[in-house]
């Protein structure tokens, strides 16, 4: 494995990691405001 294909990896993961925090977080809202809140997705 070159370096570009490391730095590549790395920016994938982080990449990742980001958004899985970022569902992990949405879904945490979503259970928070519970109901109310799915009415307003199936409106």
């Known amino acids: ?3 570009q294909e490391l730095i590549n990896s790395v920016k ?4 990742n990691a980001t958004e899985t925090q970022v569902s992990k977080m ?3 809202e979503v259970s928070l ?3 109310m809140n799915m009415l ?4």
């Open 40 to 43: 307003a997705f199936d409106a």
């Open 1 to 3: 494995m070159n370096i």
């Open 12 to 15: 994938e993961t982080e990449i």
């Open 33 to 35: 405001l519970g109901p």
């Open 26 to 28: 949405e879904s945490e």
